[in-house]
């Protein structure tokens, strides 16, 4: 006689069997469990926007562009803010981010020639994200750190600078050690196009970032910037406003929302004001890839950029960017 299983007992049996095994300290990926996605294939759970940046090339590539994972892991040995953290972030999250980097990055080994993460792709520093970082951030990847990456211990650290150069000086040394780019800025040349990341967590650029990117303009190739805080457009910043009003926000109003935060300060700090307005005459730059807002949106930067913002990857969330 055929036995019927619930679900429950189906995969109480399956654990049991040793046939689903918890690799980490995330929830059972969803590969191993039958009842997600069953007719789907393993690539079909990636939720991927597309775009074309034309620029020229004799040998055209793509690029997966990826962003805000937020790992939320904990080894049962870190202190108890940690342990607080992975349980109520994890919900936040909804616990598949290991599984939706590494799909991404599955996928991206045979669909594309470069993979750009910018950033958040930790949500709070411990042991076992930056282990899980280290497991996941190969060859053939660069990126950027998101504002997450700075956070010790969310708001339940100590030290409550946050959204300055003292506040990041007490993790820069850490966080360079973990990450295999130079988090102030990094050039990485892929098929001719010099990919520029770098560290934008609050908002604004410093001067050395300036200098340092101009170095990387006399080098003559065009130009993808990288980073976690897009270079906020009217039209992006719109939809950012909309998109993060916890009421109901249907909308009303043409109108451009007074710029607060990150927009703020990119219009009132001089050194990123001027550095925004040089990037907009600046003909070799051809796109800006960001992430921090959690939705996919793309609007005109300069006559010769498109800005792309990417969604969450902790939903599945990427794009792959055809550079021809
Ligand atoms: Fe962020």
Redesign the pocket.
Known sequence: MKEKLDRRTFLKRMTGMGVIVATSQLPVLAEDDPTVFPQRGRYERLALNYATVNIGLEKPFSILHIS?THFTAAYSHEDEKKQTLRIKRTKTFGGRQEEALRDSLAWAKTHVDYVVHT??LIDWQSEANFDLVKKYFGEGMTGCL???EYSPSMWLSEVKAEGTEAYKDLSRKKLQSVYPFNIELQSQVVNGVNFVTLDD?YGYVTQSQVDLFKQEVRKGLPIVLCM??PFHTENIWRVNVKFWKREAAKLSSAQVPDPTGDYRIQRQDPVTRDFIAYLKKEPLLKAILA??LHFTMQDRFSPTAMEYVVGGNFLFHGEEILFV
């Open positions: 805000d950033g958040d998101g504002n997450h967590v976690h805080v992430g921090h």
